[in-house]
Each structure stands twice: as C-alpha cells, then as structure tokens.
C-alpha cells in the first residue's frame, strides 16, 4: 500500500505565507512527479502546481511568483511554499505522486487525503 499525508494548512491572514508538505510511504520503488491541487467550494479541483522526478517545475499562472514546489527525494515528500496568499487561494489542497511500486508494476497515480487552506481578508 502507498499512503500520500498532507500536513500544514490552516487559517492565514492576506499577504501571509503557510507551507504544505506531503509525505509518500509504504511500498515504492520509485517516485516520479508529484504535485498539488486545490479545489475550492463549488469548484473543479486544479492544477496549483507540479514537479518531476529531475526537477523541472510547472505552475498554475494564478500561483507564479507565489508559490514554490521543491521536493525531497530522500523523504518522499514534496512541499508547496505559498508566500503573499490572497483570499481566493482559499480552498482544500491536495498532492498526488506518480508512483511505481515496485521493479515489476507499472505507475500509478495516488492521492492524499487533502488539507484545508483559509486566507481571510
């Protein structure tokens, strides 16, 4: 089993920053993208921003010049830094990975159980 756990939301001020981290366990082989997604109320979940397994970024342009993914490959776990929020990066964030379980499986896409964002004006 592979489990994806997202840690750090919460409530922030506008303009103030909040890290998230998401940490991959259980039986992997191998990790190869990963990335974090936000659904808002009454809202389709989107793309906030991904990472490959050599490093290259893409994000959403509402979150450039915001926000920052990095991941670390030795604790299978990958971070969204969100500096300068603004009310509507309110929503419940998600991470997913890309990730092969073993030498004989091929990829699969998992998720975790999301966590709660709220910028307040």
């Known amino acids: 089993q592979v489990q994806l756990v997202e840690s750090g939301g919460g409530l922030v001020q506008f303009g103030g920053s909040l890290r998230l981290s998401c940490a991959a366990s259980?039986?992997?082989?191998?990790?190869?993208?990963m990335g974090w997604y936000r659904q808002a109320p009454g809202k389709q979940r989107e793309l906030v921003a991904t990472?490959?397994?050599?490093?290259?970024?893409n994000y959403a342009d509402s979150v450039k010049g915001r926000f920052t993914i990095s991941r670390d490959k030795d604790k299978n776990t990958v971070y969204l830094q969100m500096n300068s929020l603004k009310p509507e990066d309110t929503a419940a964030y998600y991470c997913?990975?890309?990730?092969?379980?073993?030498?004989?499986?091929?990829?699969?896409?998992?998720w975790g159980q999301g966590t709660q964002v709220t910028v307040s004006s």
């Open positions: 990472i490959t397994g050599d490093g290259s970024t």
């Open positions: 259980g039986s992997i082989f191998r990790i190869n993208a």
């Open positions: 997913n990975a890309n990730i092969r379980r073993d030498y004989y499986t091929g990829n699969a896409l998992y």
